[in-house]
């Protein structure tokens, strides 16, 4: 019944975003941006990169971190449909049908994970195209499963807090707040060795850190096995936990008055 | 057995008592009207009922179930359809109710033809395919409604479901009302601050204010036992006498019930023809003028003001803006 019923909430949530093509653009204009104005304004950061051991030039140093930057944000965002349901009855409707609640959580975390995964693979399209080069076209299959495994994690903490928040104010406060400090927390953009110890200890805590420097070997074709043990470890265990306490936060706060 | 029971239901919002203590049974098959005015504990009523929410006290068992603790087979038992419109907007019609067929886990060998019964049902039909932000109100409530019949409910919960409607739409979603409930059978339990819709739709009707039910009867009965016919007037001036004038007019034959409202007096009564003669004597007799005078036969409206003292749009503390809401409503034909 469990997979019935959260295919049911993820065929509309892809109906949806298939019906809205501007989403699909909107969504890319801000890595798109990044990868384009930021990898070029850096690009003298190179011998930075070098002295840490990455061989290759500073965008393709960045590519990795831009499509982890396009799934946070699609996930984080992911969520706000939920407050829409909310409002406008969407919400209610499935709330009285007999599915579960947790399946109606589930399955809208699973679409907004797949659709992160298909707007990171445009701009990974973005970033080939631009001469980044991927000794492993193969790679990204795998590199795309652990995009969604990381967007469940981040969708998680999107729909709960939709689920949960009293007012939009304080949904895209809370995201706001989230979004770009995990984001910049993290090697996407600039090497942890060259940070401040600080702030190094901090990326060590976040899991974006684990997921860049992961698709980063991926798609510059050395993979370190112990590494990618550890953050293939860390990414399951906190999409697990996001995904466990979204679910219960949903069933317990959707239905509360807003 | 009753298909819903409600017993000493209690709702609170902090110290504010949203529905206060309600007892009610309703039968299977029966249509049943929840009227009041908005905020009356309609709503509040209905969600504990469809297990959206928990009651403070009380209990209330749908189809046998009780909603608190049996809350997934209550879900299997109902429909709802939301005062506000639940349409999906990017979907088409057809995808609606397929996601309403999949929500409600209806088998997929059925989904297909429940879904053309349904659409030639509110007669949507022609516009299955077309995305439903095209869709007027009339038609996305029909959809609405055709989804909370799609897997045929034993109870269909209708929250004001001709609100923001104009009227010939709403006639329309009267007769798909009355339609589905000839097809179906299934109990319908429906909110209204209209008094034609309760009185066209409803088998009895509820008549709640202030979270707590002021009377349950038939409308036909509810009309009757206030009397056939409603004499209003207005003296020119002499409120002086007014108590002891009516005194007197209640003493006259067939004179029922005597109402003031600020400077109106309603007389209620049969054989209104003999009555008005008289009140127009006995007021000449204490040499007090008539201004004007009306006689109307009694609608639920009349039925509302005698159990609640107020009218349906009158609300404490808004009265002015209410008031002058209602006329428009009534200007408007509402």
Redesign the interface.
């Known amino acids: 019944m469990i997979f019935s019923d959260t295919y049911a909430i993820f065929w509309r949530e892809m109906k949806r975003y298939r019906k809205s093509k501007s989403g699909v653009i909107i969504r890319l204009i801000q890595p798109a941006v990044w990868i384009l104005v930021m990898g070029n304004i850096f690009a003298g950061t190179q011998p930075l990169i070098e002295s840490v051991g990455f061989d290759g030039e500073y965008i393709e140093f960045m590519a990795p971190g831009v499509i982890i930057l396009t799934a946070i944000f699609t996930s984080i965002f992911g969520g706000v449909n939920t407050l829409w349901d909310r409002r406008y009855g969407f919400m209610n409707k499935a709330l009285t049908s007999p599915i579960s609640r947790s399946s109606i959580a589930l399955g809208k975390m699973l679409a907004i994970s797949m659709i992160a995964a298909f707007q990171a693979s445009l701009i990974l399209g973005i970033a080939l195209a631009i001469g980044v080069s991927m000794p492993h076209l193969w790679m990204i299959g795998p590199i795309m499963a652990i995009v969604i495994l990381f967007s469940i994690g981040f969708s998680g903490i999107s729909v709960m807090l939709a689920a949960a928040a009293k007012s939009q104010e304080t949904f895209w406060g809370v995201i706001n707040f989230l979004g770009m400090p995990l984001f910049l927390l993290s090697p996407a953009l600039f090497p942890l060795a060259l940070m401040p110890d600080w702030l190094a200890s901090i990326a060590a805590f976040n899991p974006v850190t684990y997921t860049v420097v992961l698709v980063r070997e991926m798609m510059s074709g050395f993979v370190e096995g112990w590494s990618a043990i550890l953050s293939v470890s860390v990414l399951v265990v906190f999409s697990l936990a996001m995904l466990g306490l979204a679910s219960y936060v949903f069933t317990r706060d959707v239905n509360k008055p807003f | 057995m009753s298909s819903i029971e409600i017993n000493s239901l209690t709702k609170s919002f902090g110290d504010f008592n949203a529905v206060d203590d309600i007892t009610l049974k309703i039968e299977s098959g029966e249509i049943f009207g929840f009227l009041g005015p908005n905020g009356a504990g309609k709503s509040t009523t209905m969600m504990i009922l469809?297990?959206?929410?928990k009651p403070t006290s009380g209990n209330a068992l749908v189809q046998g179930y009780d909603v608190q603790s049996q809350g997934?087979k209550v879900?299997?038992n109902?429909g709802?359809v939301?005062q506000?419109?639940?349409v999906?907007e990017?979907?088409t019609g057809r995808?609606n109710l397929i996601?309403?067929a999949?929500?409600?886990?209806i088998p997929k060998s059925e989904v297909s033809s429940r879904i053309d019964e349904v659409l030639e049902l509110v007669e949507l039909k022609e516009r299955q395919n077309q995305?439903s932000i095209t869709y007027s109100g009339g038609m996305r409530k029909r959809l609405d409604i055709a989804?909370g019949l799609l897997h045929r409910p034993k109870v269909l919960f209708l929250d004001e479901p001709t609100v923001g409607l104009d009227i010939q739409t709403r006639r329309k979603i009267w007769e798909y009302i009355r339609k589905i409930h000839k097809e179906f059978g299934m109990t319908i339990f429906l909110s209204t601050h209209y008094m034609e819709e309760a009185d066209k739709l409803c088998d009895r009707i509820g008549i709640i204010d202030h979270g707590k039910i002021q009377a349950i009867d038939k409308p036909s009965t509810m009309k009757n036992a206030l009397g056939d016919d409603r004499i209003s007037f207005t003296l020119v001036d002499g409120i002086d006498n007014r108590d002891s004038l009516i005194k007197k007019i209640e003493e006259i034959d067939f004179v029922k019930e005597i109402k003031l409202k600020e400077d109106e007096i309603t007389v209620f009564s049969s054989q209104s023809t003999d009555v008005i003669p008289k009140i127009f004597q006995i007021s000449n007799d204490m040499e007090m003028k008539i201004n004007t005078i009306s006689l109307t036969q009694p609608t639920l409206d009349d039925v509302f003001i005698s159990y609640t003292g107020h009218n349906l749009r009158d609300d404490t503390g808004k009265k002015f803006s209410r008031r002058k809401e209602f006329n428009l409503n009534r200007r408007r034909g509402f």
């Open positions: 469809t297990t959206l929410l997934k879900r299997e109902i709802f939301q506000d419109i639940s999906d990017y979907l995808e996601l309403q999949r929500i409600s886990r995305a989804s």
